[in-house]
């Protein structure tokens, strides 16, 4: 079966620390794809990054990182000194079965506190 | 370009009234999907579309139909809408060749009575 799981339902921050929101998947397939979106209060849905299952670097995107683990089945998102503006709920996902289908954790949402 | 459109933004419909959301797209993508978002459970697939003339089944499909009679349009028909449908929706749409991940419309909120 396919799943993934976001454990933290909400987390609270004060600004400029860091933070980490984990994300654990399950499937079958050797070939998927992990996501990670953003979504602001205003609702839309922002990419944030796609990792094929064959690239297990890990990438930075200026206060952005994350770090996928195949042995763990993990890919997890780090905000480093986080902002006001990185309140949202952000949610993982995984594509499978050649990219076609999409499953999506139940998100985690972060305040950031001035 | 404008990316993803979905139209209406706000719906309220009566329980067994039926209504179509409109998805439309102009990037040329051969994937779309549509999602529902419910509070707590994330996005859920409904159905899918990996080019014209061909769809198929996501997570949550009863109570919604979908045709893909253009590479442009994805249309999500509900045919007796019930309270339980009362959700946010979003539409989707992606292709390998046009860079990674979906691209989101803006959503559209429909409310059941």
């Known amino acids: 079966a396919q799943k993934v799981t976001q454990a933290q339902t909400e987390i609270s921050v004060v600004e400029k620390e860091d933070v980490t929101l984990d994300c654990v998947y399950e499937?079958?397939?050797?070939?998927?794809?992990l996501f990670w979106y953003k979504q602001p209060p205003s609702g839309e849905l922002v990419f944030l990054i796609r990792?094929?299952?064959?690239?297990?670097q890990n990438e930075i995107s200026g206060r952005y990182s994350w770090n996928f683990q195949k042995s763990t089945s993990s890919f997890n998102f780090t905000i480093t000194a986080s902002q006001v503006v990185d309140s949202a709920v952000y949610f993982c996902a995984l594509s499978y079965t050649g990219g076609f289908k999409t499953i999506f954790g139940a998100g985690t949402r972060l305040f950031v506190k001035a | 370009n404008a990316g993803v459109t979905q139209t209406p933004k706000f719906q309220v419909l009566k329980t067994g009234q039926s209504m179509t959301l409109q998805c439309a797209q102009d990037m040329n993508h051969e994937y779309m999907s549509w999602y529902r978002q419910d509070p707590g459970m994330g996005l859920r697939l409904i159905h899918y579309?990996?080019?014209?003339?061909?769809?198929d089944q996501g997570e949550v499909p009863n109570g919604y139909n979908v045709s893909r009679s253009t590479t442009e349009d994805f249309p999500l028909r509900l045919l007796s809408a019930a309270p339980s449908q009362t959700s946010v929706y979003f539409c989707?749409?992606?292709?390998?060749?046009?860079?990674?991940?979906?691209?989101f419309g803006s959503g559209t909120r429909l409310t059941v009575v």
């Open positions: 989707a749409s992606s292709s390998p060749g046009a860079g990674p991940g979906y691209t």
């Open positions: 499937t079958r397939d050797t070939t998927y794809y």
């Open positions: 990792r094929n299952s064959f690239d297990e």
């Open positions: 579309s990996v080019g014209a003339g061909i769809t």
